[in-house]
């Protein structure tokens, strides 16, 4: 190929590329940040809302995981559809209900009705996040896909960040026309979903074949590069959906996977509550957890651009890990020190969330197609259990003595439990002889 072609090519690339990134990217972004809102958003509702229906820190903890085995159930099949029918119809169906579950849970009376709403939260939510993953393999070759990963991410602990000042401020609504705080949390919070659902079914495009917004030659190089790549899995069991879900890669990436969620939701649920027992109130909670959201954002998207740059996967996932694990060991030596407290759960929130970009474009340098579809999904519905594991260890090892010390050293040992599975995984894929 001449120089010209070559950097006509360059260039093409460069124009599809951005205008994929800035039509797609701000819109998945905000569908996540309202998808984790709402998960996360019951970390602050406990601030009063476990003492009005009754819940023990156990009850809580077990509460806030459950959500996770709804979740677990129907996470590879809802994946498998929307593969099948596309995002645009799977994605926003999946909004809008759980955006009606979300509403429900201002009408929680007690632990019974808590639990049950929380399983059927994560029942409607399955899918919608693998479903974007694959989504993203979709639209940008694997050279692009951490950056852009780790952009759709972002909006985790951006929720964080901006939800927390925004929940601590809902939570002072206590008592308007009769409603206690947390109700007007849920409310509040739950209704975007259902009206992004319906924006959803209109905005979102299937295929770079199909998008109007696309000029012809931009649709064909985007179209012809993924099709290379997916061309060149050869093996056709990297195609079978049975196949991927008894992958030993599949196990090890769930297993790796585990210990960032439980970090992630940790953090989540659970920070709130850990500041507010040093003594704040409730609307300076919200202040002071936005701050290790705030440096997961920043930090995650720094760290999955040189993970592009440099096309390395593996090393970047398990330094990040092991980060987080260093700042579970530091909050919970935090004792009574708000900075200490502040610095372990900044540097768990960034080693959590700077791991899952480059862990994510592990599943489809693998696999292609269904194979993909179902992997992926496989992926985070046993990975994503780790949401329930890690939150309720918290909440059994709490009791009733506020000391978080015991359960934050449990969560940190999942994630460096994920840094060795991820370095074993390197040296056994590098050998390249173990299917």
Known sequence: MSDTATTASSVLEERAIRKVTWRLIPFLMLLYFVAFLDRINVGFAALTMNKDVGLTPQMFGLGSGIFFVGYFLFEVPSTVILHKVGARFWIGRVMITWGLVSVAMAFTRGPISFYV?????????????????????????????????????????????????????????????????????????????????????????????????????????????????????KDPRRHSAWRALADWKVLALSLAYFGTSAGLYTIGFWAPMIVKGLGFSVFNVGLLVAIPNLIAVVGMVLWSRNSDRTGERYWHAAIACLIGAVGMALAAQAGSSAFLAIAGLS????????????????????????????????????????GFAGPYMIGSTQGTSGNYTRGLYLVGGTLIVSAITIIIMRLVVARGDVE
């Open 347 to 386: 540097l768990t929130a960034f080693g959590v969330s700077a791991a899952k970009p480059p862990l994510w474009c592990l599943p489809t340098t693998f696999f292609a197609g269904t194979a993909a579809a179902a992997s992926i999904g496989l992926i985070n519905s046993l990975g994503t259990l780790g």
């Open 117 to 233: 709403l929380r399983f059927l939260l994560g029942l409607a939510e399955a899918g919608f996040f693998p479903g974007i993953i694959l989504y993203l393999s979709y639209w940008f070759p694997s050279n692009h896909r951490s950056g852009v990963t780790a952009m759709f991410m972002a909006a985790a602990p951006a929720a964080g960040f901006i939800g927390s000042p925004v929940s601590g401020a809902l939570m002072e609504l206590n008592g308007l026309l009769g409603l206690r705080g947390w109700q007007w949390l849920f409310l509040l919070e739950g209704i975007p979903a259902l009206v992004l659902g319906f924006i959803t079914f209109r905005f979102l495009t299937d295929r770079p074949a199909v998008a109007s917004w696309l000029t012809a030659d931009e649709r064909d190089w985007l179209s012809s590069a993924i099709e290379q790549e997916q061309a060149g899995i």
